[in-house]
């Protein structure tokens, strides 16, 4: 069986609904189908949310009312067949009253409006192949993605409620379902965070052993670097799950960040292709050859640096301890660390409890926090043979201040920390100096 996920733009209009039906139907073997919402429904989504909030609840109600017409135009050019048409428009208007009725209770159901783009959009996605003559199995993600207390994904429950269904629903080809939904430890709805149909599709794919999971998108794979901030980024045809999952973490927007994971741990290609350039072979993640030198680029912004400065006891013994145990007291992960005779730095992107970690810290010496700043990273291979890489790096940098560097803690990260203006000038810098020139070199 293999999975194949569709991202938002893939699935965000009827021209391009078609183009799915087209790249689905194409597969004979048996799939699971895996959508995003719409694109931009979550958005509004969160903006209705948002100023539920804000006790605004007519305007939530308004902004819910202008959602659904832009349902009616994709209907209206998705739907030739009457008797289809009139399916996908009466879901449509239950699916916005019951929209409708959930704002009245402020924002006590915020994870269930949010959960609603998914439903939509795969519910749309059956009328749609049913009126191709395509027979096919809707399967709720509700029924089967479930994360724990701590809002990680239950592998074991997944893995048991997902093929207790397939195995009951055994006579289908293809099955369709939500990306990004799922229950927590409450049985309540929830989701895998922004993105996170990308996680579904690698969650499903190791549940079942899927021979491949495919991840549909709007580019052709993965580029070497950020093409929103650079130009001249290309596809790379191959890259190693280390790679992509540093890339995926570090802010390659093309997949969730921890959406590699599941399918490293399975030995699971995962195939990202274009939906709007089928025959473009995209890019291979998998067990392959490591690269000689960077494969990739990519930046996360929203960091915060935290620097610690002891002149008494920075590296005594157990320091680094009680400095971690404090953020492992806030459940704050930390990406970035970087140690000095009387300082120690370290990056986190979640500032929920900074002003209590920041107290905390101050016990063990002078803290500065540094915000709005972005980590790049580098993937590739960074062993031995690579000599000289760093220097590169660096030398493309040299007129940027960089305030942290990270090198060494694997063989395929190199992640440096710069203030967020600097970040597309860096990223660009980079990209001149280790892609464009190097290929000038070898032509
Ligand atoms: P989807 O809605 O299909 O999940 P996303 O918008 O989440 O699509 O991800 C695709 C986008 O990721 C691309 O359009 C591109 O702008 C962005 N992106 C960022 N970094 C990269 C990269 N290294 N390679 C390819 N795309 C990238
Ligand atoms: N619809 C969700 C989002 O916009 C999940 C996804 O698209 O992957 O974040
Ligand atoms: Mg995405």
């Known amino acids: 069986m293999i999975v194949l996920k569709f991202g938002g733009t893939s699935v965000g209009n009827a021209t391009n609904i078609k183009k799915v039906a087209n790249i689905v139907n194409a597969y004979q073997e048996s799939k699971i189908v895996v959508l995003s919402a719409v694109s931009g429904t979550t958005n509004s989504l969160v903006n209705i949310n948002n100023l539920l909030a804000e006790h605004k609840k007519e ?67 059956q009328i749609y192949q049913a009126q191709l003559g395509n027979e096919s199995k809707l399967i709720s993600a509700l029924d089967f993605m479930s994360i724990d207390e701590h809002g990680e994904p ?27 939904i799922c229950k927590n430890n409450v049985e309540e709805i929830d989701n895998l965070k922004r993105g996170g149909s990308d996680y579904t599709a690698s969650l499903i794919g190791a549940a079942i052993k899927a ?29 190693t799950f280390d790679e992509a999952a540093e890339l995926a973490y570090f802010g390659a927007k093309i997949l969730h960040p921890q959406s590699i994971i599941p399918a490293q741990k399975n030995n699971i290609p995962v195939l ?23 494969r990739a680029i990519a930046a996360k912004d929203n960091i915060i640096a935290i620097k ?23 459940q704050t992960a930390i990406d970035m660390i970087t140690t000095s005779e009387i300082a120690v730095s370290l990056t986190i992107d979640d500032a929920t409890y900074l002003k209590k970690i920041t107290e905390e810290l101050q016990v063990f010496g002078n803290v500065e926090v540094d915000k709005q700043m972005s980590i790049i990273c580098l993937a590739g291979n960074f062993s031995q043979s690579g000599k000289g890489i760093s220097a590169s790096v660096i030398n493309c940098l040299k007129d940027i201040p960089i305030r942290m560097i990270s090198y060494g803690g694997s063989n ?13 000038n860096a990223l660009n810098l980079l990209n001149e100096g280790l892609f464009v020139q190097k290929q000038l070199q070898e032509v």
């Open 308 to 330: 610690i400065k002891s002149y008494r006891m920075l590296m005594a013994y157990g320091f680094l301890k009680n400095i971690f145990e404090v953020f492992e007291k806030y």
């Open 272 to 294: 990202l292709k274009n939906t709007f350039n089928p025959n473009d072979k995209g890019t291979i993640i998998k067990n392959c050859e490591n690269s000689k030198g960077v």
């Open 59 to 125: 305007e939530a109600i308004l902004l819910t009312n202008e959602l659904e017409l832009t349902y009616h135009t994709l209907i209206d050019g998705l739907f030739s067949s009457e008797y289809y048409q009139l399916k996908a428009l009466t879901f449509i208007r239950n699916s916005f009253d019951y929209l409708r009725s959930l704002t009245n209770n402020g924002v006590e159901n915020e994870k269930i409006i949010l959960a609603q783009g998914e439903i939509i959009s795969t519910n749309l996605f």
């Open 154 to 180: 239950d592998m074991k429950n997944i893995q048991n409620k997902l093929n207790t269904i397939l195995n009951q629903e055994s006579n289908h080809n293809t099955y369709i379902t939500q990306g990004y």
């Open 211 to 239: 021979s491949e999971i495919q991840i549909w998108t709007d580019i052709d794979g993965m580029h070497n670097n950020d093409p929103r901030f650079v130009e001249n980024t290309f596809s790379i045809d191959e890259i």
């Open 412 to 424: 395929y990260n190199m992640s440096l920390l710069v203030i967020t203006d600097d970040k597309v």
